[in-house]
């Protein structure tokens, strides 16, 4: 079975502060996704990548940077945390063999910034 | 622009059969998925269809139209775990999912 670990459940952080949303997957899967679940909203992608050391910017980059220094780890960094990133933050990762590979998700990190 | 409807809830009986509609306007097609997720947790994949009719899997069916850009989720027999949220997330021209926000589906003894 594919697994999916997000490093924390729930996060409390305070504006201005770095955070570091850590994901390892464990299934040699080459792409990894960051996405944010905010309530009566879609999933919205924050970053995703295809390959080690390579990232591409979703539809909601602005104020996060992610790196992706091993094949099975991906971070999510809030360089300066604001209230308006309080939200549910989920993981994902893909086998890149066919386009139409399902994802695999985390079970989520709640981060709230007070 | 892009767009994925669902409803926002949907309640149904224990034992009933519920359909969970979905209706897309994307830029491009290259398959729609089903997820389901339960509270505080991580969504599953449940379907995948990318041509039209029917394609059933157990209790659960998943349906797609795409002259419509339409698809649903049957749901038979329902079971009190089928309590979740329904996720419909489309496949555009490039590769990227787009997402609905989530139908969920309350079940009732």
């Known amino acids: 079975d594919v697994k999916v670990t997000q490093s924390s459940r729930y996060l409390v952080k305070r504006t201005g502060e770095k955070v570091f949303l850590e994901c390892v997957q464990d299934?040699?899967?080459?792409?990894m996704f960051w996405y944010r679940q905010d309530p009566g909203l879609g999933l919205r992608l924050i970053y995703f990548s295809y390959d080690v050391k390579m990232k591409e910017k979703g539809d909601i980059p602005e104020g996060y940077s992610v790196s992706r220094e091993k094949k099975e780890r991906f971070s999510l960094i809030l360089e300066s945390a604001s209230t308006n990133q309080t939200s549910m933050y989920l993981c994902a990762s893909s086998s890149a063999t066919a386009h139409n590979s399902p994802l695999h998700f985390g079970n989520g990190t709640r981060l709230t910034v007070t | 622009g892009q767009n994925i409807d669902q409803p926002t809830e949907m309640t149904a009986t224990e034992g009933a059969i519920v359909q969970i509609n979905c209706t897309y306007q994307t830029s491009g097609f290259n398959g729609l998925f089903w997820y389901q997720q339960h509270a505080g947790e991580a969504p599953t994949f449940l379907s995948y269809?990318?041509l039209d009719g029917l394609e059933e899997k157990g209790r659960f069916s998943s349906f797609l139209s795409r002259s419509k850009g339409y698809s649903y989720l049957l749901l038979k027999e329902l079971q009190m775990k089928d309590s979740a949220s329904y996720l419909c997330?489309?496949?555009?021209?490039?590769?990227?999912?787009?997402w609905g926000a989530g139908t969920k589906l309350i079940i009732k003894p």
């Open positions: 997330a489309v496949m555009d021209s490039n590769y990227q999912l787009i």
């Open positions: 269809n990318v």
């Open positions: 299934m040699d899967h080459e792409n």
